[in-house]
Structure formats: C-alpha cells, structure tokens
C-alpha cells in the first residue's frame, strides 16, 4: 500500500478483518494511520463516537462499578482493575484518587473518543477510547464481567456525539516528545541551586520548565549528588527484588494526556522476549525493556526528606516510566526502597547532553 495515501475507511475495516488478531496500535502502524483512524473507521459498525467530556466522562464512570483502565506510551502499558471513585474534575487537570484506579489527567489534550464493541466468540468486549489531536491513545476504559451494563450504555448515550462519520481529522504530531526543550540558558550552578531548596516532588515539573530543560537534561547535568547512571537492567533487577521482599512501589506509566499509578506491592514478574511484565490480581505491567536507553536514580529534597526515583528514558529523551517507594505526604521514604535504588549497579555519567 502507497503510504502516501491513507486507505479508506472500507480499505481499514478489511485490514482488520484480515487481521484479527493483531492489535490495533501495530495494525494501525502498517496501515500508516493513527490508531484513532482506525477506530474511527468502524462508526456504525461497532463503535459509536463520543465527546472527550473528560469531567463528565470521570463523574459518570463511577456507577459502572469494576473496570480495566488503561494508559500507555510507545514503551509501556499500565492496566489497572479498580473503580473510578474520588473524582477531581477540572478544566486544565482532573484526577481520579480511588484505592486502585490513580490517574492524573491532562482534559485539553483529550479528542476524540469512541464506545467500542467487539465480538469474541459469544462475548461482546466492550470499552472507552479516548486519542489526542494526534490520534495517539490516551486513555481506554474496557468493561469486565462485574461492570454495570445499564451505566456504562447510560453514560456512552450522554456523551454520544452528533458526528459519527467514520473519518476523523489528525493534526501531525512533532518529532520531539512532549517532555524535551531546545532551551539551555540555565547554568549548572543554578539548576543545583534551585534543586536544593525543593520542598516537593511536584514542584521539579515547574523547576525544569522554568530553566528550559528537559527532565534529562536536568538529571544529566545536575551532578552525582543528586542524580546517578544505573545499568539498562536496573528496572528489572528492582522489580525482582521489591516482589521477592514484598515492597510497596509507586509506578507511574503516562502519556501528554494521563498519568496512571500503582501503589502497593508487586508480585508476579515475567520476561517473554523484550517485555517485562507484572501479571498480578489488580495490576498488570508491559514494558519494553529493549526501549529503556538510560535508567537514573534520582534524589528530590522535599519537607519530609529527600526521596529516591527510579527513572527509564528511551532513546529520544522521552519518559518511559517511574518508580518511588510508596510514601504518603508528611512520611519520610521508605529505607528498604532507598537501600535498593542505592545500590542498584552504576555506571559513570554521559557526558552532559
């Protein structure tokens, strides 16, 4: 097929009925489309398109009861079964804080949204998709046997949209990763400076903006004190390690749109090729570890103490993932998790970038 010129929506729907099987992003990728052309190419034929009402969407999923969430990057995904509860609506940022299901959510960025059903076998899968400006996915929302059916089709009849052509227009997406500046105005003695007086972990976001760097840029340059080079395998040696001495982790897996955690231990870790996977009760992890071009160790003063992240980037300078020891506010870090992130293997620092 021409890449030049995207196929038709009956030319997408046949790809994926002679691929049944292949999941939508790769589908999508040899079809060179985004993934939100490919869904959107089966409204009214088992899919419904939606508005991004994210606040809406939020207080709504609450009834629905036991669902899988959903959020993903090129490198990773995060599914996590829970309840949409403790809902935070707003405009710029909206949170959900229940027991299971923890997302920070970004609304502007959401755009497109569609209900999805499909067949499988004498079962209906159904679920909520949600794409930037892009098409990427950020956000998905499928439905488990426990979930409440009459308010799950209650909520997609809200949030139905007038417009159910089977097209949808992409803006293009840049090269770079939302995470990466070209600024470098700040010097190394300011950024140390600044460092130093934090008070807490959410205040680094607005630090490195505030200098023009990216988050690698910063740990690149910010000195051993406060940030270290550990081996690729670094990730998977802490996963074997916190599931064998059953630690409580933080796990952060994002996108532009939605930030999805999971607090509490880990307990089944698997390696099948190049993907890491945790395969537990509420909590599933898939991570590419053959992505992972830098892991670092790094260390935040905040009010309660300094704490320790684990942080894998991919080639590009993009985040892939992140991991704490779990902590709440006004709880200093965890030992058994600053003994581990101190003594993962090291290597010596790049030079900075």
Partial sequence: MDQRVKPSPEEIRRAREENPKMRERDLSAQLAI?????VAA???????????RVNDLLTGLEAVGEVMALTRNESAVHEKIGVYDKVVTGNHNAMVLGENIDL????????????VEKR??????????????A?????????????????YQKLVASLESSNQEPTVAIL?????????????????DDLRDRWSRLTDVHQFFGMVKTLKLSRREAVRMVGQDYAWLLDK??????????????MPIMCFV???GCIQIHSGPIKSVKTMGPWINVVDETFHLHLRADHIHEVWAVRKPTKDGHVTSLEAYDANGGMIIQFFGKRHEREGEREDWRFLAENLPRIPNPTAA
């Fill in 104 to 115: 920070r959510i970004f609304p502007k960025v959401w755009a497109h949204g569609f209900a």
């Fill in 254 to 256: 994002g996108n532009r």
């Fill in 34 to 38: 985004s993934e939100a052309e490919l």
């Fill in 233 to 246: 395998d670094a990730v998977s040696a802490m996963f074997h390690h916190a599931a064998a001495g059953e």
């Fill in 42 to 52: 089966h409204c009214g034929v088992g899919t419904l398109r939606v508005e991004p």
């Fill in 172 to 188: 293009q997406s840049g090269t770079e990763r939302e995470d990466e500046t070209q600024g470098r105005g700040a010097s190394i």
């Fill in 135 to 151: 098409g990427e996915a950020v956000h998905k929302v499928h439905l488990r046997p426990a979930s409440n059916l009459y308010a």
């Fill in 120 to 133: 499988d076998g004498d079962e209906i899968r159904r679920s909520l998709q949600f794409f930037d400006a």
